[in-house]
T-cell receptor
Framework: ETGVTQTPRHLVMGMTNKKSLKCEQH?????MYWYKQSAKKPLELMFVYNFKEQTENNSVPSRFSPECPNSSHLFLHLHTLQPEDSALYLCASSQDTGGGYNEQFFGPGTRLTVL | SQQGEEDPQALSIQEGENATMNCSYK?????LQWYRQNSGRGLVHLILIRSNEREKHSGRLRVTLDTSKKSSSLLITASRAADTASYFCATDGGSNYKLTFGKGTLLTVNP
């Protein structure tokens, strides 16, 4: 175990549904990340939070809405998704986003299928 | 794009053999990292090599970095079936935290 947990592990939703993905890290880190991993494509960085402040939004559509209530928890709220949004969504954390040379610790991911 | 590109895309070897994977990138970096991903799971950090380092070892792993060629290699010695996974290189492009991953090398180690 990496110290980063994600729930649910699998999610199937219709295009009109609203759901949320949850990530929790038990490592005392201050930075958290959302990534999207689609088949045959490189891992894509979506959002970055450092000390609860969003520092990166990588041109992600507004149907994905992140929330970081504290340094240990990160949510990704989903609404009116498209079938092409089906992917493995990975959460990661690191000590912070400054100071250099930070390895990232990943959760097991949520496999999302949009029907 | 500063994206890392792994080569080969897929590699199949027998247990006990060595596996070498390569990564090329396009921009300057502070560090390069290698990660492993078992099927459908999260990524696990393997090793980080800084731009001023040329070689690094961790157990059966050996990583080299050639910044003049913008390339890195990951060598796994005496491979085991449990090493079967996808391996990704990630570069930071000077940001320290904004990692860019390649598409990965799928390594299969046959018993």
């Amino acid at each position: 175990e990496t110290g980063v947990t994600q729930t649910p592990r699998h999610l199937v939703m219709g295009m009109t549904n609203k759901k949320s993905l949850k990530c929790e890290q038990h490592l005392g880190h201050n930075a958290m990340y959302w990534y999207k991993q689609s088949a045959k494509k490189p891992l894509e960085l979506m959002f970055v939070y450092n000390f609860k402040e969003q520092t990166e939004n990588n041109s992600v559509p507004s149907r994905f809405s992140p929330e970081c209530p504290n340094s240990s928890h990160l949510f990704l709220h989903l609404h009116t998704l498209q079938p092409e949004d089906s992917a493995l969504y990975l959460c990661a954390s690191s000590q912070d986003t400054g100071g250099g040379y930070n390895e990232q610790f990943f959760g097991p991911g949520t496999r999302l299928t949009v029907l | 794009s500063q994206q890392g590109e792994e080569d080969p895309q897929a590699l199949s070897i027998q247990e006990g053999e060595n596996a070498t994977m390569n990564c090329s990138y396009k921009t300057s970096i502070n560090n390069l990292q290698w990660y492993r991903q078992n099927s459908g799971r999260g990524l696990v950090h393997l090793i980080l090599i800084r731009s001023n380092e040329r070689e690094k070892h961790s157990g059966r792993l050996r990583v080299t970095l050639d910044t003049s060629k913008k390339s890195s290699s990951l060598l796994i010695t005496a491979s085991r079936a449990a090493d079967t996974a996808s391996y990704f290189c990630a570069t930071d492009g000077g940001s320290n935290y904004k990692l860019t991953f390649g598409k990965g090398t799928l390594l299969t180690v046959n018993p």
